[in-house]
Every structure is written in structure tokens, then in C-alpha cells.
């Protein structure tokens, strides 16, 4: 088992930044492929970024390349989800995953992620 907490949500101005937070603990060598997910009221959860833990090659959609950057620091077991020039469409919960055992490919489907955090609330005013 892999358990993940998420830190760093908050209220924010439009055009502000944040840095998300994600503790990795457990069983955490057996997971390398970690991710940002994102879920609006009515909406379906949304991919965000993912990261290799091991090779530090990371996948982001078109729509959010420039603006946000995923990173890890392996030594902490954290990784984090740095925003930048926040926009109100980007209000949503922000979710921290992580892929199962032997899975190395970087996705953007959320069924592929085996284990999840509780999620923080990213509220960013216009």
C-alpha cells in the first residue's frame, strides 16, 4: 500500500501562484509513475501532469504546458505541482496518485492510477 497526502491548496488571486504538495509513504518502492489530477464541481476528474519517479520524465496536456510544472524530490518522497498564472477555470480539487506496481508509463487516464490522496481545494478568485 502506498498512502499520499496533499498540502499547499489555498485561496489565490488570479494571476498568482501555488505549490502543491504531495507526501508519498508505505510502500513506496513499488510505485514509479505519480500524478496531479484535478476535479471541478460537475465536471469529471481532469489529468494534470505526471512524473517518473526513477527517470524524472514528466507528461503534461497541451492545455497546461507553460503554467504548471510537476516535480519530486526523491529524498523527501514528496512531489509537487508548482501553478503559475492561475486562472479561475483552474479552481478544483487538486488530487496527488500513483500508479501500481510495475507500471512505468506515463498516463493521463485516471483508471490507470491505483492509489489516491484526499485531495486539497485550489479556489483561485477573478
Known amino acids: 500500500q502506498v498512502q499520499l497526502v496533499e498540502s499547499g491548496g489555498g485561496l489565490v488571486q488570479a494571476g498568482g501562484s501555488l505549490r502543491l504538495s504531495c507526501a508519498a509513504s508505505g510502500r513506496t518502492f513499488e510505485t514509479d509513475i505519480m500524478g496531479w489530477f484535478r476535479q471541478a464541481p460537475g465536471k469529471e476528474r481532469e489529468f494534470v501532469a505526471a512524473?517518473?519517479?526513477?527517470?524524472?520524465?514528466?507528461y503534461y496536456p497541451d492545455s497546461l504546458k507553460g503554467r504548471f510544472t510537476i516535480s519530486r524530490d526523491n529524498a523527501k518522497n514528496t512531489m509537487y505541482l508548482q501553478m503559475d498564472s492561475l486562472k479561475p477555470e483552474d479552481t478544483a480539487v487538486y488530487y496527488c496518485?500513483?500508479?501500481?506496481?510495475?507500471?512505468?508509463?506515463?498516463?493521463?487516464?485516471?483508471?490507470?492510477?491505483?492509489?489516491w490522496g484526499q485531495g486539497t481545494q485550489v479556489s483561485v478568485s477573478s
Open positions: 496518485a500513483a500508479r501500481g506496481r510495475s507500471r512505468f508509463r506515463l498516463s493521463r487516464v485516471v483508471d490507470d492510477y491505483e492509489y
Open positions: 512524473i517518473s519517479w526513477s527517470r524524472g520524465s514528466t
